[in-house]
């Protein structure tokens, strides 16, 4: 694995967003979008690619699996949560930043595949960066 920075990842990932998009376009289910990102990402070889990578909850030192899961983490600093709906909502930046401090990384990407120009459909999000 590559020590990339959080922008170089961010880059890396938005060109391959794009490039999914372009081939597929809107209207899609999320799990198509994210399946083909997920290719995409490995195409980099030095990148570390986990694909709903299960995200415990730790209150009062206990591990509790209560089912979050992220879509997409990247070099386990990079959080990237798919979409595919008529509009980003606050509760879909709350789930992500929640994502981000229960992970502890700093950096996550919220993109949503089903708009017309994918540049529209991306939300940066930074925890404490």
């Known amino acids: 694995m590559k020590d990339y920075s959080e922008n170089e990842l961010s880059k890396i990932l938005i060109d391959c967003a794009m490039k999914v998009h372009r081939a597929l376009g809107p209207g899609l289910l999320e799990s198509a979008h994210e399946a083909c990102l997920v290719y995409e990402l490995k195409k980099y070889t ?24 992220v879509d997409i983490l990247v070099n386990r600093t990079l959080i ?50």
């Open 46 to 69: 030095e990148l570390l690619v986990e694909q709903q990578k299960p995200l415990p909850l730790i209150y009062e030192e206990v591990n509790l699996d209560v089912g979050y899961r």
């Open 80 to 129: 990237v949560e798919i979409k595919s709906a008529d509009a980003l909502n606050d509760v879909h930046l709350a789930q992500l930043l929640t994502y981000l401090r229960l992970a502890n990384c700093r950096l996550g990407l919220l993109i949503n595949f089903n708009v017309q120009l994918l540049k529209h459909g991306i939300k940066r999000v930074a925890n404490n960066l």
